[in-house]
Structures are given as C-alpha cells and as structure tokens.
C-alpha cells in the first residue's frame, strides 16, 4: 500500500506577490488535492494525505494568481514521471505557496534479520509505529513527523523474548503497507572492561564483575553461559548462570585463583535458541587475579630474660614479605614491637618460671594472618 503527503505552505493573504487570489493544485492519478489562497495575515501550513491505489503514471502540479499588483498574472504548470514503487519526494514552488509532496511508503531492507542493538534507519515516512503482534504502539514523540528515523530495538519497550517485529508508516491515523523483521536474539557488549577486585590476603580468592551496557535478552528459564579459563586452558571456571541473579545488568563471578583468565559468553533461551557469542574476535576478553605477596616472617629470640621473674626477655621479628599495617601477638595477646633497623623488636618479655618458656608468634598484615609460620 502506497500514500502521497503533501505538506502546503502556503503565503500570507498579500501573496508572494502582491496578490490575495489564487489557487495551488496537486494531482497524482485519480486524487487530487486543490489549496486556495491563504486569506489569513500569517503564514499556514496544511497536510494532506490520500492513498495511491491505482497506478498513475504523472505527477501533475499547477498554481495561479491573478490581480498581481507588482506583476504579471503568475500561471505554473509542471508534470513529471511517476511511480509509485520509487517515488519518494517532489517539491513545487507554486505561485500562492510550496507544496513539498512526499511518498509514504517502506522498503524492506536487507538482512530481514536484525539484533536488538543493531541501528536500524526508517525511511519515507511520517508517523511511525511498531509491534510485536496485534497490538501497535506509537514510537516517542521525538521521532514523530519525521521523513527518516533510526533506532535500535533494545531502545523500544517490550522487546525482551520476541522473535520478530512489524514497522508501518502513515499521516496520522492512516497507514500503508508493513514491514517486518525477525529478531536476532543478541548478547549485548560490555559497559566497560570487567572490573576485578583482587584478594585481600595471598591465600583468599578474587572476583570480577562483569557490567552490560544494556539488559540482557532473558526471561525467566533463560540462561547466561559465562566461559571463564585460565588462557593456558589449564583451569576452567565456567559458570551457568540464571536470569534472576544479573543485578542492574551486573554479574560478580567469584572464587578465583590468582591467574591470567579469558572469558566469554551467551544467552541461551529455554526454547533452545542461544545468542551470539560475545566479545567478539579482536576484542577484549581478558582479566587477571593478583593476589598480595603472602605475610612471611621470621621470628628469634634477640635476648633472655637476665633475672628469675623478669621481664626483659626480647623477640626480634624480621618481616620477609607481605604488606602492612602489621600487628603482632605473643601467646595471643598483642604486644607493641619497636621497629629498630628494618627488624621489629617486642619487649617486656617474661618467664614467671625457673626454666624456659616457648613462646608463639603470630603477626598479621593488612588483616592477613601469616598460615605456614
């Protein structure tokens, strides 16, 4: 189905020139649209719209004025080729106004198969809606009373789990033929690169959170497929996981190793349909877990109590790795060492007893406790 609009703009009641009769004729076929002069002191615009069913072969403008006070009588007569297949717009500079003449109808385009974050541009339109079966809903009012729209599915309501969607195009409430394209089910691409936070002790694990820049198309009994490997393969971590656990578009995938790791993903449908495989080749699909050096220390003894029942006995501790705040604890209780030449020296120690004692060291890093003293 085939529409012609026609959008008059047409002279305020002084005419172009000088003039206040006249008359503005468009003709396609067995329609024809016919303007009068404008008798008001403001410039108006007007839209018609009628419907090519039959198959005109001429486009056939005409325009007069007549009383010209500057001029001569204004007579213009232009008729053009036209197909209703191809046509899409003609502008005539008539002698009481314009007349912009503009052919509403869509072409299918190719592929027939889009994904929901593929632009898809619109054109030879005016008023536009969309649907998934039998219900139309009007695109935003910004795309409204426009000759081309561009968009992407994901950008339109509704869309999660359909498998295909209807277009059309008209003058308000009127409208011609339809279009449709099947929907690709697609994984949408990452926000940003995944975000991992490392172990805060040697011997803890890690995690990274993975953020889509748009919701993922799921519903309930849907899956996500995350592949996660070491890049050697050695250590797998994949992960199945269910529609309701993506928060805010956000995945934490968590208890990893330290190590180097790739990653990949899809959606797959309980109907058995499974989406692209994202990142695609050439893209960024890395990450790695850094754990901190592991807490490692010596501990001797740096001097003896001199005094039966005194208390200045010494434990040096030499830190070998691991990242502070230390703290330091004797028989479980926390002591106070004195840094002293890159070694820590803790004080005040006693025996309370004729022979020796032993005493056990534990330090701690940034809340790590040292696990093979």
């Known amino acids: 189905m085939h529409g012609i609009l026609i ?5 305020d009641i002084y005419g ?26 403001a410039v108006r615009i007007e839209y018609d719209f009628f419907y090519v069913n039959d198959n005109p072969i001429l486009l056939i403008c005409q325009s007069s004025m007549d009383f010209n006070q ?11 080729p036209f197909n209703k297949d191809h046509f899409t717009n003609y502008e005539f500079d008539g002698c009481i106004g314009n007349s912009k003449i503009m052919g509403i109808h869509l072409e299918m385009l190719n592929p027939s198969n889009r994904t929901v974050d593929e632009l898809i541009t619109l054109e ?34 509704n869309y999660i789990g359909k498998k295909f969607i209807h277009f059309r195009t008209g003058y308000k409430t009127q409208y011609t033929n339809i279009v449709t394209y099947d929907i690709d089910i697609s994984s949408p691409k990452l926000a940003t690169a995944p975000v991992v936070t490392n172990p805060n002790c040697s011997y803890d694990k890690g995690n990274v959170t993975f953020t889509f820049e748009s919701p993922l198309d799921m519903k309930e009994g849907d899956e996500l ?21 993506i928060v805010n578009n956000s995945y934490v995938l968590d208890n990893l190793d330290e190590n180097n790791y790739k990653f990949s993903y899809q959606v797959r449908q309980k109907e058995g349909a499974i989406t692209s495989l994202e990142p695609k080749v050439g893209e960024k699909n890395t990450f790695t877990i850094t754990p901190p ?35 330091f604890f004797v028989d479980n209780a926390e002591k106070t060492a004195t840094l002293e030449g890159g070694k820590y020296i803790i004080r005040e120690l006693s025996t309370n007893q004729a022979s020796s004692k032993v005493y056990n060291v534990k330090v701690t890093a940034n809340g790590c406790v040292e696990k093979n003293p």
């Not at 500057?70 to 053009?80: A, F, G, H, L, Q």
């Open 7 to 11: 959008e008059s703009t047409l002279s």
């Open 16 to 41: 172009r020139y000088g003039s206040n009769r006249g008359n503005q004729r468009v003709t396609i076929g067995t329609s024809s649209i016919l303007k009068n002069y404008n008798t008001t002191t």
């Open 70 to 80: 500057e001029r001569p009588n204004c007579n213009s007569d232009v008729t053009i």
């Open 124 to 157: 030879n339109g005016w008023n536009w809606q969309y649907s998934y079966d039998t219900i139309w809903v009007d695109f935003d009012n910004s795309f409204q009373d426009k000759r081309q729209i561009s968009f992407k599915i994901n950008e339109l309501q």
């Open 225 to 245: 497929d995350l592949y996660c490997s070491s890049i050697d393969e050695a250590t797998l971590k994949n992960t199945v996981v269910k529609y309701n656990q």
């Open 293 to 327: 050096d592991p807490l490692k220390f010596t501990a001797t003894k740096k001097q003896d109590v001199l005094c039966n029942g005194g208390d200045t006995g010494e434990i040096e501790i030499e830190i070998l790795s691991g990242i502070g705040p230390y703290r």
